[in-house]
C-alpha cells in the first residue's frame, strides 16, 4: 500500500516533497483464498506496478523468496529497501548493497539453536522445513552452526509450501523411524501447526521427544488476542524461540493504543494480536521518516534519472522504461545505516553489514499456562535469566560455565532433559557382529547358552550395557565359517555397511578403522611385540666388572687417587708414617687409599681435618661396596637368557620368516608401515602352529619370530612353559574397543559405561575370571645392563665429598700462609726494608719468588718445628723490644 505523508505521518518534511515513497508492508500471511502461485504473482506485480512511480524507498516485503528478486530491482534503481520480515541469512549487504534489513537475521536464530542442543549435549537433530528460500537457506545456516558445536544435522525433511495433512503425515512417519529424537522445525504459520497435530496423532509429542520450533511459532500465537487451549494442549513442552524486544513505557504505551484500535474496528469480538513483526514494521516506517528528516536537513534534494538499461517490453504489463533511478539512493542510504534512535523494539543501530546490532532471543517453554520464558539469548553472552539489555555493560562471556536457563518441562510433563536418541526403527535390536575365532576363544567365541557367545570382550560388553540408563535389546550374530580366524578389518567394513550396528570382541583401535567407524574408549591396552625363541648365556670370565659401568669404574678410582693425595697433604705435618724419602711417601698415599676399599688401612690418621675427611670417605666407599655386592649377586644368580633376534630391527634386517596370527592387523602393519615384503610373512591358525613354527625355525620350514598383540603373547608363553621371550620394545601403542557406526550416540555413552567399570575395580575382576595362567612368565629378556650402576646413581655422594674436601683444603691452605706470613715478618730487620725499597719490579719479583719458597719450606716442614720456630722468634721479638726501651 501507498502511504501519504500527510495522512499517515503528518510530517511536515513530506509537503514539499511530489514524488512518492514506496511503503509496501505485509501484516499477514497470504489469503488462503489464493493459491500459492496466484499470490506469489501477485505480490510480484504490485512492487513493479508501484515502482513505476518514482520511490525514495521500499519497505517490505515479507517473503523472503520475493525479497531477493526485489532487492535486484532496488539495486538497479539505487532505491533503499528495508525489511521487517525477510529473515533469510542469504538475503545480505554483499549482494545487495541496497538491502537493510530492519529485523533479527536468522542467522543469528540459528545459531541460537545451534547453542540450545549443545547446552543440553545433543550430537543429532532433525530438521523438519519448508522448502523455499526462506526454509532452505536458514536450516543451511542451522547446519553450519552446528558443525561448530561438533552437532549435525542428521536428516533434513523437507514440505512444499502449503503442505497438507497427508504429506505432513508420510513426512512425520519417516522421520520417526530415525535415531534422533531433536526435531528443529523452521516453516511458514499455514502449515506449521498442523505438524504438531499430525506429530501428536503418531504419538510423538511424548517423552523423549524435543520439539524446537523458530519465531514462525510465537509468531502465530501472539498474532491472534486469545490462543486456543486446544492449541495450547497440542503443544505441550515446545521449545520456540522469539524475537526479543525489551520491555518499555513506549512499548506499552503503543500496545494498550493498538488493543483499543482494535477494539473500536471489531466491537464484542477477539481483535488481533501484536507479534514482533508489527513492531519491527512500526519501526521501519519511523525509521524511514527520521532518515527524510536528516536527508533533507542536510540540503539534499530528490532528483531522478532514466536507466538506458531499462527497456519496454512489448506485450507486458511491466514498463520498464517507466522506472527512474533514485540519483541520491547512495546518499540516503547511507543516513539510514548512521541512524541511531530507540524505538518499540530496542536500540536501533545498524553494523558494518547492515545487521541489527545485539541480535537476542526469547526462549520460551509452552505448558499449560501457554508459553512461559525459560531464558534469553544473545550473542553478547549467550544463555542467561537476566534481560541482555542488562549484560551489555559487561564483557561478552558465553563460556559454557556461565550459561543459565530455567527449568523446562519435555513433551509428557517430565522436567528431566531427554537424551535425544532411540535405536532406529522404533527399538530394532541392536545387531552386534561378533568373530567367530578359532584360537584365545577365552576372548570370545561361540556358545551354546542365551546370548549365544561366550568370552572376556563378551562380558565387558554386558557389563558396560548394565550400567546404561535405558534398556539396550541386542542381538549377537557370530562372523566368520569357524575354521580361521576371520578377517577383523571386513568386520569393519560390516559395520560401516550397516550390516551390524557394533561389533564386539578382541578388536584393535587402529588409524585406518577409525575413518569409517567410531571407537569407544579401550577396555584393554595392546601393541604388537616381537617373540622370539631363546638359549641360556654363557658365563664370562669378566662378570665380576658387569656391576659397575666404564664411567662408574673410572670415576671412583680417581676418587681413591684423589683421597690419598688429601689425606697425605693433611697427614703430611703431623703424622710420620707419612714422611720420608718421596718415593716412600708415594708408596703410602696410593697403599692408604685404596686400602680404604676393604678398612684396611694400617696408617693412622693424626690431625683432625685429617680425620674428618676419612670419615666421610669410609662412608661412601660402604655404599659403593654394599652397591657392587648387590649388583654383581643379581647378575650371577638370575638367568641370562640371549636370543640373536634382538628386536623389530634386527628382524627386519635377517630377511627371515615372520609369523603373525591369522585375521589380525599384524600382517598389513607390517607390509605398509615396516615395508616388509608379504613373502617374509606367515600367517599362523593357532597357538599349535605358534610352538610348532618357533621349535622349528626359519631353516627347518618355521619362521625366525612371530609379531603378534601382547595379550596373546602373555598367553603364549604361559601356554609354552615360558620356552620363548617377546625381543626389543612393544612398538605399537594400541588397544582394544568395540566398533559402532560413525555418530552413534552409543558409543560415547558407553565410553563412560567401560570407564566406570574401571574405576569400579570391575574390569580387572572380569579379567582375573578369564585371562588368569597357570605359569606368569617374564616378558622380556634380562639384560645384563639393568642390573650394572652408572655414575648417575651416585653423583650426589660424590658431589658431597667434593664439597667437603675443598672445603678442608681451602682452611688448610689459609693455615699454612698464615703461618708463613708470621715467619716472614719475624725474620725481615730494617736494612731489607730500605734495600727492599730501593729495589723496584726486580726486588718484588725476588720476594714473590722467596715467599713461595718458603711456603714449600712451611708446608714440608712438622708442625711442632714451626710452633718451636713462632715460639722463638716471638721471643727474640720482645727481647729487642725491651733492650730498644733500656737504651735511651
Known amino acids: ?233 497440542l503443544l505441550q513442552g515446545v521449545v520456540a524461540f522469539r524475537h526479543y524486544t525489551p520491555e518499555s513505557n513506549k512499548k506499552r504505551r503503543f500496545e494498550e493504543r493498538w488493543k483499543s484500535l482494535r477494539s473500536k474496528e471489531s466491537p464484542g469480538g477477539d481483535g488481533d494480536g501484536f507479534n514482533s513483526y508489527a513492531m519491527y514494521a512500526y519501526d521501519t516506517v519511523w525509521l524511514v521518516a527520521r532518515a527524510l528528516e536528516v536527508f533533507f536537513s542536510e540540503g539534499n534534494t530528490v532528483t531522478f534519472s532514466n536507466d538506458p538499461n531499462l527497456r519496454k517490453t512489448n506485450g507486458s504489463n511491466i514498463k520498464l522504461s517507466a522506472l527512474n533511478v533514485f540519483n541520491e539512493g547512495e546518499r540516503f542510504l547511507q543516513v539510514i545505516h548512521e541512524m541511531n534512535y530507540t524505538g518499540l523494539t530496542g536500540q536501533i543501530e545498524f553494523d558494518s553489514e547492515k545487521n541489527r546490532k545485539n541480535p ?56 528431566k532433559p531427554p537424551r535425544g536418541w532411540v535405536f532406529p526403527d522404533n527399538g530394532e535390536p541392536l545387531k552386534i557382529g561378533v568373530p567367530d575365532r578359532v584360537s584365545y576363544k577365552n576372548y570370545v567365541s561361540k556358545e551354546n547358552n542365551s546370548l549365544g557367545v561366550n568370552g572376556y570382550c563378551i562380558d565387558i560388553f554386558e557389563a558396560a550395557i548394565q550400567l546404561l540408563p535405558y534398556p539396550v535389546p541386542r542381538t549377537y550374530i557370530v562372523y566368520g565359517d569357524g575354521k580361521r580366524n576371520p578377517s577383523y578389518d571386513n568386520l569393519i567394513s560390516e559395520v560401516a555397511a550397516n550390516n551390524f550396528d557394533v561389533a564386539v570382541g578382541d578388536v584393535t583401535i587402529v588409524t585406518n578403522r577409525t575413518k569409517f567407524v567410531d571407537f569407544t574408549q579401550p577396555f584393554m591396552e595392546s601393541g604388537l611385540v616381537v617373540v622370539a625363541p631363546v638359549k641360556g648365556a654363557k658365563s664370562s670370565p669378566w662378570s665380576f666388572l658387569k656391576p659397575f659401568t666404564v664411567e662408574m669404574w673410572a670415576v671412583t678410582g680417581a676418587f681413591f687417587l684423589f683421597v690419598g693425595a688429601i689425606i697425605w697433604i693433611l697427614e ?62 643379581s647378575i650371577l644368580t638370575v638367568q641370562q637368557l640371549t636370543s640373536r633376534i634382538e628386536g623389530m630391527d634386527s628382524l627386519i634386517a635377517s630377511n627371515e620368516p615372520i609369523g603373525v596370527q591369522d585375521g589380525a592387523f599384524a600382517y598389513k602393519y607390517l607390509v605398509n608401515e615396516l615395508n616388509i615384503p608379504p613373502s617374509r610373512i606367515i600367517p599362523l591358525k593357532d597357538e599349535e602352529e605358534y610352538l610348532s613354527a618357533l621349535q622349528l625355525g626359519p631353516r627347518a620350514g618355521g619362521v625366525a619370530a612371530i609379531v603378534d598383540e601382547l595379550p596373546y603373547i602373555k598367553a603364549l608363553l604361559s601356554n609354552s612353559n615360558c620356552k620363548f621371550r617377546t625381543v626389543g620394545p612393544e612398538f605399537t601403542r594400541t588397544g582394544w574397543g568395540f566398533a559402532f557406526q560413525r555418530d552413534s550416540p552409543l558409543a560415547v555413552d558407553m565410553s563412560t559405561a567401560i570407564l566406570q567399570l574401571s574405576e569400579e575395580g570391575k574390569l580387572e575382576n572380569i579379567r582375573k575370571k578369564w585371562l588368569t595362567y597357570s605359569h606368569e612368565c617374564s616378558m622380556q629378556i634380562a639384560d645384563t645392563e639393568n642390573y650394572q650402576i652408572s655414575v648417575q646413581s651416585f653423583w650426589g655422594l660424590f658431589l658431597i665429598c ?47 719468588a722467596a715467599s713461595f719458597k718458603d711456603l714449600i719450606k712451611v708446608v714440608d716442614k712438622r708442625e711442632a718445628e714451626i710452633k718451636e720456630m713462632l715460639k722463638r722468634k716471638s721471643s727474640k721479638k720482645l727481647k729487642t723490644s725491651q733492650s730498644s726501651a733500656e737504651t735511651p
Not at 361 to 382: A, C, E, F, K, M
Not at 583 to 590: M, N
Open 572 to 633: 703430611h705435618r703431623f703424622n710420620e708414617e707419612f714422611r720420608g724419602p718421596p718415593r716412600r711417601q708415594i708408596i703410602t698415599a696410593f697403599w692408604f687409599s685404596f686400602s680404604t676399599m676393604f678398612f684396611s688401612q694400617r696408617e693412622n690418621t693424626v690431625s683432625t681435618l685429617g680425620r674428618f675427611v676419612l670419615l666421610i670417605w669410609l662412608f661412601v666407599v660402604l655404599i659403593i661396596n654394599s652397591s657392587y655386592t648387590a649388583s654383581l649377586t
Open 360 to 415: 537476542a532471543y526469547d526462549i520460551l517453554n509452552i505448558n499449560s499456562r501457554g508459553p512461559q520464558r525459560v531464558g534469553y539469548w544473545s550473542n553478547h553472552t549467550g544463555f542467561s535469566v537476566e534481560p541482555p539489555e542488562t549484560l551489555y555493560s559487561k564483557p561478552p562471556n558465553a563460556s559454557a560455565e556461565h550459561q543459565r536457563l530455567n527449568e523446562i518441562k519435555w513433551p509428557g510433563g517430565v522436567t
Open 802 to 848: 667434593g664439597i667437603v674436601w675443598f672445603i678442608v683444603l681451602a682452611l688448610f691452605g689459609w693455615k699454612v700462609f698464615w703461618q708463613c706470613q708470621r715467619l716472614r715478618t719475624e725474620e725481615e730487620s730494617d736494612e731489607v726494608r730500605a734495600s727492599e725499597e730501593a729495589s723496584s719490579s726486580r726486588s718484588g719479583r725476588s720476594l714473590r
Open 1 to 233: 500500500m501507498i502511504l501519504s505523508l500527510e495522512e499517515q505521518l503528518n510530517l511536515r518534511l513530506w509537503r514539499p516533497l511530489t514524488t512518492l515513497m514506496l511503503i509496501r508492508v505485509f501484516s499477514g500471511e497470504p489469503s488462503s483464498t489464493l493459491s500459492s502461485m496466484t499470490q506469489t504473482a501477485v505480490d510480484l506485480l504490485a512492487p513493479w506496478e508501484v515502482m513505476e512511480n518514482k520511490v525514495v524507498a521500499a519497505i517490505g516485503p515479507q517473503s523472503s523468496g520475493i525479497g531477493h528478486i526485489i532487492s535486484h530491482v532496488a539495486n538497479e534503481l539505487h532505491v533503499p529497501l528495508l525489511s521487517f520480515a525477510a529473515t533469510d541469512p542469504t538475503l545480505s549487504s554483499l549482494q545487495f548493497p541496497y538491502f537493510l534489513r530492519t529485523t533479527q537475521s536468522d542467522y543469528f536464530q540459528m545459531n541460537a539453536i545451534a547453542d540450545f542442543v549443545s547446552y543440553f549435549r545433543w550430537r543429532e537433530v532433525v530438521a523438519i522445513f519448508v522448502d523455499d528460500e526462506y526454509g532452505r537457506n536458514g536450516i543451511s545456516v542451522l547446519g553450519d552452526a552446528l558443525a561448530k558445536k561438533r552437532a549435525k544435522i542428521s536428516y533434513k525433511a523437507a514440505l512444499t509450501p502449503g503442505a497438507d495433512i497427508s504429506s505432513i503425515t508420510d513426512l512425520l512417519a519417516s522421520v520417526n523411524l530415525m535415531e534422533s529424537r531433536i526435531f528443529v522445525v523452521h516453516v511458514n504459520p499455514d502449515s506449521g501447526l498442523n505438524i504438531f497435530s499430525v506429530a501428536k496423532s503418531l504419538g510423538m509429542m511424548g517423552s523423549g521427544y524435543v520439539w524446537i520450533a523458530t519465531d514462525w511459532l510465537l509468531t502465530a500465537l501472539d498474532s491472534v488476542e486469545t490462543v486456543d487451549p486446544k492449541t495450547v494442549d
